[in-house]
C-alpha cells in the first residue's frame, strides 16, 4: 500500500468526511436510535470512501480511507466508539476486497461493494455484542427480530422472512449508496476538471 | 574516558525521563483489557473485571471515573434490571425472586451483571487507551503494521475538520435557503457532497503543493516516533499470563 503525497492528501480528505460524518451525525442518530441508522452512516461513508476511490484507483485507498475515519472516530469526545469503530473498520474492509475483485472501478464494482458493505451492519451486532458485551446470541437475534417487527410490522414468529426483508434492506440501501458514490465521484472529477479521466464510463 | 562518563551520563538521565508505560504498554493494557473480558468464562469474568478495573485504576483513574457519570450508570443498571425482569429463561432459571410483587429471575440478573461488567470494562478500556496515547502515537503504531503515510494523512484530516464543518454548513445553508431540501433530494444531496468536497479538495490542493515544495515523500519520511516506557515488556508479560492463567487454570 503506498500512496504518493498527492494521494495520501486527497485520501486525507476523504477520510475526514467520512470521520465528521461518523462523529456529528452518527452521535445524533445513535442517540435518536433511529432505525437503520448504523447501516445510513456507513452508506453514507462508503459513498465518500468510494468517491475517493475514483481519485485515487489504487488498491487499498479505500481501507486507508476507512482507517483515516476510525482514528478520528476513536479520539471523538464524548460518544461511545468501540461499535462504530468496528463497523467503520469492517466496511472498509469489505468494500476495499469487493472493490480489488474488479479489475477497474465501474458502477456495477461500486454498487457490489456498497452493498456487501452495507449488509455487515446486520452481523454487527453479533459481533460487537457476543465477543465485546457477552450478551447471548438470543438475545441479539431477538433484538434483531424486534427490529423487523418495528420498522416493517411483521410478526417476530416470521424470523426468515425478518432477516430476509432486513438483509434486502441494507442490500438495497449500500447499492444506492454505491451508484451515488460513482456519480459524485465522476461529477466531482468533471467539476475540479484535475486532467484525472473517469476511470470507466458509465 | 570523559566520552564514557558523558554517555553513561545521559543513559541514565534518560533511563529516569522514560514514563512507566509507552505507547506499545498502554497497548498491551488495551488488548488484554479486551482479551481477557472477551475470553473469560461466566464463573470467572469477576476476577477479570476486576483486574482490568484494577490495572484502569492504576493507569487511568480519569476514564474510571467517567462510569460514573449517571447516564453511564443508567445504561448500566438497565442491562442488569431488564435482564432481571424479563430473562427467565437463563442458566439456571427457576431460583427466583419476589421484590414486592416483582418477579425477579436470579439468573438474569447474573447474566445482566456479567453484561454489565463487560460493557464497563470495554467502554474504560477504550476510553482509557484514547486518553493515554496521543492521535500521532496511534497512527506511529498503525504505519508500523504496513500503512504507510497514515500520519501525515491523519494530520491533515484532523486540520482539515473545521473547514469541512465550514464548507458543510455553508453548503446546507445554501441549498436550504434555494428551497433544495424541499424537491429533488436526492439529486441535491448530490450537489451537496460535490460542494463540500470540491471546496475541500481545492484547499487539499494547496497543501500538496506545500508539502511538495517542501520536498516531502513519504518513503523517506521518519516514521511517527511511538514513546517507549520502562515496563511495556512486563505489561505485555503479564496481561498474556493473566489471560493464559484466567483461561486454563
Given amino acids: ?202 | 574516558m570523559a566520552y564514557l562518563e558523558k554517555s553513561h551520563l545521559e543513559a541514565v538521565t534518560k533511563a529516569d525521563r522514560q514514563p512507566a508505560l509507552g505507547t506499545s504498554g498502554y497497548l498491551s493494557v488495551f488488548a488484554c483489557a479486551l482479551g481477557l473480558i472477551m475470553l473469560a468464562p461466566p464463573g470467572r469474568m469477576l476476577p477479570a473485571a476486576a483486574l482490568c478495573m484494577g490495572a484502569a485504576a492504576l493507569l487511568y483513574p480519569a476514564s474510571l471515573l467517567r462510569l460514573v457519570q449517571p447516564r453511564w450508570l443508567l445504561a448500566l443498571a438497565a442491562l442488569v434490571v431488564v435482564n432481571g425482569l424479563f430473562n427467565f429463561q437463563a442458566e439456571g432459571a427457576g431460583r427466583d425472586w419476589l421484590a414486592g410483587w416483582i418477579p425477579l429471575s436470579q439468573s438474569g440478573l447474573l447474566v445482566g451483571l456479567r453484561m454489565a461488567l463487560r460493557a464497563a470494562t470495554a467502554l474504560v478500556a477504550v476510553d482509557g487507551f484514547s486518553g493515554s496515547v496521543s492521535i500521532s502515537e496511534v497512527t506511529g503504531l498503525l504505519e508500523r503494521f504496513g500503512l504507510r503515510g497514515l500520519g501525515f494523512s491523519v494530520g491533515i484530516a484532523m486540520n482539515l475538520l473545521p473547514s469541512l464543518h465550514r464548507a458543510g454548513t455553508n453548503a446546507g445553508y445554501t441549498l436550504w435557503m434555494r428551497g433544495g431540501l424541499r424537491r429533488r433530494r436526492l439529486e441535491n444531496f448530490k450537489l451537496y457532497l460535490v460542494s463540500v468536497l470540491a471546496d475541500t479538495l481545492r484547499y487539499a490542493e494547496d497543501i500538496a503543493l506545500a508539502a511538495e515544495t517542501r520536498a516531502f515523500s513519504p518513503e523517506n519520511a521518519p516514521r511517527l516516533p511511538i514513546s517507549r516506557g520502562k515496563y511495556d515488556l512486563p505489561a505485555w508479560g503479564m496481561g498474556l499470563g493473566a489471560i493464559l492463567i484466567l483461561l486454563f487454570l
Wanted: aromatic content about 8%.
Fill in chain 1, 1 to 202: 500500500m503506498k500512496f504518493n503525497t498527492r494521494q495520501l492528501v486527497t485520501l486525507a480528505v476523504f477520510g475526514a468526511l467520512w470521520g465528521l460524518v461518523e462523529i456529528s451525525l452518527g452521535s445524533v442518530l445513535n442517540a435518536l436510535r433511529v432505525p437503520f441508522s448504523g447501516a445510513v452512516l456507513t452508506a453514507i461513508g462508503l459513498v465518500v470512501a468510494m468517491a475517493g476511490r475514483m481519485f485515487v484507483p489504487k488498491s487499498g485507498s479505500t481501507l486507508f480511507i476507512g482507517v483515516i475515519a476510525m482514528v478520528l472516530k476513536l479520539f471523538s469526545i464524548g460518544s461511545v466508539v468501540v461499535g462504530p469503530m468496528v463497523g467503520i473498520l469492517a466496511a472498509a474492509v469489505i468494500a476495499e476486497l469487493a472493490l480489488s475483485g474488479f479489475r477497474r472501478p465501474s458502477r456495477l464494482a461500486f454498487i457490489t461493494a456498497g452493498a456487501l458493505g452495507i449488509l455487515w451492519s446486520l452481523f454487527q451486532p453479533f459481533f460487537t455484542g457476543l465477543l465485546l458485551f457477552g450478551r447471548d446470541v438470543m438475545d441479539i437475534w431477538q433484538g434483531v427480530l424486534r427490529e423487523g417487527e418495528r420498522v416493517f410490522g411483521l410478526d417476530t414468529q416470521a424470523a426468515l422472512l425478518i432477516v430476509l426483508v432486513l438483509a434486502l434492506a441494507r442490500l438495497l440501501i449500500g447499492a444506492a449508496a454505491g451508484w451515488l458514490a460513482w456519480d459524485v465521484g465522476r461529477r466531482l472529477l468533471s467539476r475540479l476538471n484535475t486532467g484525472v479521466q473517469p476511470a470507466a464510463h458509465a
